[in-house]
């Protein structure tokens, strides 16, 4: 299974909805309090600090502070799973921040709907959610949010299968991205880019993306980023024959993996260790004169199909 980079989604999420907020009496203590136990992890102790905040700023009518805590609040809703009360408080919230006139904040609650509704697989909707943001922050000029919201609705037409509509929705993200010299962001856009090409069955064209993600990552040591497209980069690799390249690949993935102990350690492990059996398998084969095991013959030269081979970055003519 290949993995979705979620740059995007954290960038369109990335500010913290307290920052605001002055710290100058009890329901500013209690809302702070409830963002530090959401950090904490601790959802269910910070959704009572919030709402005893939100009584708080109700009664002395502070509805700039109402709307920041509720979209607090509906993000260690979110943390606990209880969909259904963390789309209540976005709504709420985005509600508020449109009567205040606080448009990007209005957007960000939009955009975090839309990723509500995408992971009920409600896409239509998702969709939905995500084109009244991105007509929000092109009023307001905020152009790395854009981009951003581009990307996750290129995103979730992929999944759907609308793969023409998610290579334009990442190539005018790409072309923000490039404007507003975000080598980061321009390095997820790549990489959802390569993931659109898979699925379009041009091989070439996804892995040259994928190369130019990574070496973007390996220039913003975003190790982070870099093991999900080396993963990705892998397993073409691998389904090609080059069995020496998907193997370096993987073991870096599995490296960046260990040191945060992340979920997919285990299963990438296996993967890895099943990898270098095959190589090892082909290897063997190869001194004995014997046909190598496994698609690809890995005795060849190595040249990774794709490997700085130029790419048209101007926008699909079939869009």
Same mark, same amino acid.
């Given at each position: ?6 740059? *995007? ?7 913290? *909805? ?164 975000? *080598? ?116 060849? *030269? ?18």
């Amino acid at each position: 299974m290949v993995k979705e980079d979620h740059t *995007p989604a954290d960038q369109m999420q990335r500010r913290d *909805p307290l920052d605001d907020l002055e710290a100058t009496g009890p329901a500013d203590t209690l809302a702070r309090l409830g963002a530090t136990y959401s950090t904490l992890g601790r959802a269910g102790q910070a959704i009572g600090f919030y709402q005893q905040a939100l009584e708080g700023y109700r009664s002395e009518g502070d509805s700039r502070s109402e709307a920041e805590t509720l979209a607090g609040l509906a993000g260690a809703f979110w943390q606990e799973q209880d969909v259904s009360s963390a789309e209540g408080a976005f709504e709420q919230a985005a509600a508020l921040y449109r009567v205040l006139g606080m448009r990007s904040q209005e957007a960000t609650a939009l955009n975090c709907l839309g990723l509500l509704r995408d992971q009920q697989d409600d896409f239509e909707a998702a969709i939905g959610y995500y084109e009244q943001a991105l007509a929000i922050l092109w009023d307001e000029g905020d152009r790395l949010a854009e981009a951003a919201t581009l990307d996750v609705i290129g995103m979730t037409q992929r999944r759907v299968g609308n793969l023409k509509t998610a290579l334009g929705s990442h190539e005018q993200a790409l072309a923000i991205r490039l404007q507003e010299k975000d *080598p980061a962001g321009e390095a997820a856009t790549r990489h959802a880019m390569a993931l659109v090409y898979e699925d379009m069955g041009d091989i070439d064209r996804a892995i040259a993306y994928y190369e130019w993600a990574l070496r973007l990552r390996g220039e913003a040591a975003d190790e982070a980023g870099e093991a999900i497209t080396s993963y990705n980069l892998s397993r073409l690799y691998a389904h090609l024959g080059y069995l020496a390249e998907a193997e370096r690949l993987l073991a870096r993935a599995v490296e960046i993996e260990s040191k945060s102990n992340h979920p997919d350690l285990p299963k990438d492990e296996i993967e890895l260790a099943e990898l270098r059996a095959r190589l090892r398998a082909d290897q063997q084969a190869a001194m004995g004169g014997a046909p190598p095991v496994g698609p690809g013959d890995t005795t060849r *030269p190595h040249q990774p199909v794709g490997f700085n081979k130029p790419v048209d970055d101007s926008p699909s003519d079939d869009r």
